[in-house]
């Protein structure tokens, strides 16, 4: 039986860890609350939890650097979605206020992988699908080594 393809990698940047994982299907980014040591995973997007299950807080609250956040995600999922390279996956902005900073992260993320897959944006540009090329057409030219910090 085949065995989908996933990955989980935690990420700390500054205060705030986070958890990257691909369950097969769709990249999740979860923030993990070292305070109280549980883990709540979002279904899908970028989602932060609270202390209580039902709270969802902002991710402006936890004053998280989105730039920074993106710049150190980007290299880990290009190089574990080029290492697995499942025949698709998807990202999804979870919000409005989201979807550009996604296309954008999408489109970088693209660049890394165009010898690998083709990138399909969704009608309203908030789901982004990864879907990989036929043999023939793709190069499975290796990334440049990940740079760790």
């Known amino acids: 039986m085949y065995q989908l393809p996933r990955f989980h990698e935690n990420i700390q940047l500054g205060p705030y860890r986070y958890e990257l994982y691909f369950n097969g299907h769709s990249v999740n980014l979860a923030y993990r ?18 202390d209580e299950d039902n709270l969802v807080y902002h991710d402006l609250e936890l004053n998280t650097d989105a730039f920074a956040l993106a710049a150190r995600i980007l290299p ?15 990202l999804a902005a979870n919000s409005k206020r989201k979807i550009k900073p996604y296309q954008r992260f999408a489109k970088r993320l693209h660049r890394y ?17 990864f879907n990989k090329q036929p043999k023939a057409e793709r190069t499975n030219l290796p990334l440049p080594p990940e ?3």
Not at 78 to 90: K, V
Not at 113 to 129: N, V
Request: charged share 25%.
């Open 76 to 90: 880990v999922l290009a190089h574990r979605m080029a290492e697995l390279q499942p025949l698709e996956f998807s």
């Open 147 to 149: 740079v760790t910090r």
């Open 33 to 50: 609350n070292r305070s109280i040591g549980t883990q709540r995973r979002a279904d899908g997007g970028l989602l932060f939890w609270g």
């Open 113 to 129: 992988l165009c010898h690998l897959y083709d990138i399909e944006l969704t009608k309203d540009g908030a789901r982004f699908e």
